[in-house]
Nanobody
Framework: QVQFVESGGGLVQPGGSLRLSCLISQSMTSLINMAWYRQAPGKQRELVAVILSSGSSNYDDSVKGRFTISRDNAKKMVYLQMSNLKPEDTAVYYC??????????WGQGTQVSVSS
């Protein structure tokens, strides 16, 4: 089964920045759509950003203009550059395929905490 290893989270003050990274165990061809998801305490996991096989990207309205998703197929990596972070961005962040295939595995995620 495909494995995802997320890293780069941490504690930052409001307005700060972080760059999340995700290493994927499978060969990353340009045909694979990838995404970042997040889950805040007591809430369901939600889609944050998508990067399609075409290279185009889409974002949830709550992060549009602040987050940027990118990929490096040769390195089997997906990134999420986050800026102007807000307390409501606090969550565990995961990368995975888009759309997520029911029964597919999840990584351990990386914790992002935004607080003064």
């Amino acid at each position: 089964q495909v494995q995802f290893v997320e890293s780069g989270g941490g504690l930052v003050q409001p307005g700060g920045s972080l760059r999340l990274s995700c290493l994927i165990s499978q060969s990353m061809t340009s045909l694979i759509n990838m995404a970042w998801y997040r889950q805040a305490p007591g809430k369901q996991r939600e889609l944050v950003a998508v990067i399609l096989s075409s290279g185009s990207s889409n974002y949830d309205d709550s992060v549009k203009g602040r987050f940027t998703i990118s990929r490096d197929n040769a390195k089997k990596m997906v990134y999420l550059q986050m800026s102007n972070l807000k307390p409501e961005d606090t969550a565990v962040y995961y990368c995975n395929h888009f759309p997520w295939a029911p029964g597919g595995s999840w990584g351990q995620g990386t914790q992002v905490s935004v607080s003064s």
